[in-house]
């Protein structure tokens, strides 16, 4: 019995060692890029931020108006309080509530009309990426490329990172083709 078990724990120490032997020798070849430097350095990932930001501050205009006409109805109320007639000031409260909802339905709609531009422009810019870093990934004999900006890595070597080569690639391949 003892024979047994120490020619099975020989076998598989020695079946251990030639499999670890076999994934040393074949070790995959990784790359890495930053989805978030692509984004914030690549042309058309600006144009992406750049929309999205003067959606924002369209917005917020809006919306700073809609704040603009509650606190000047609110000022007249307050103001107003004691020299007003009972139904004036209940239909100046009721206006005020009307703007209230109205200005939270608006907050609410362009919240998702936002979000909604974002995972459109985002998915555009993803499915234009893809392509070329796969393509990158087969010039360089890659098995695997890692997004730095999702992966949650600690460390890094620096040599393996392609960035910059998806940057350059993206940028040229939205670049207007040259006048004839």
Request: proline share 3%; glycine share 2%.
């Amino acid at each position: 019995m003892k024979k047994t078990t120490a020619r099975a724990l020989l076998l598989l120490s020695l079946f251990v060692a030639a499999v670890s032997q076999s994934f040393a020798q074949q070790s995959p070849k990784l790359g890495v890029i930053n989805s978030q430097d692509v984004l914030e350095r690549a042309a058309e990932g600006k144009r992406v931020i750049a929309r999205l930001q003067d959606k924002d501050k369209s917005n917020q205009a809006i919306l700073t108006k809609f704040d603009e006409e509650i606190r000047q109805l609110e000022t007249k109320i307050n103001t107003q309080r004691l020299t007003l007639a009972e139904e004036a000031l209940y239909n100046m409260n009721a206006d005020l509530q009307k703007k209230q909802t109205d200005r939270k339905r608006v907050a609410e709609d362009a919240v998702r009309d936002f979000q909604d531009l974002q995972v459109k422009l985002f998915q555009k810019v993803q499915s234009e990426l893809i392509p070329i870093i796969e393509a990158l990934g087969k010039e360089k004999g890659l098995d695997l490329i890692l997004d730095l900006a999702k992966s949650g890595a600690v460390y890094y070597n620096p040599v393996i990172d392609l960035t910059e080569d998806v940057i350059k690639r993206y940028d040229a391949s939205k670049a207007a083709p040259p006048a004839k």
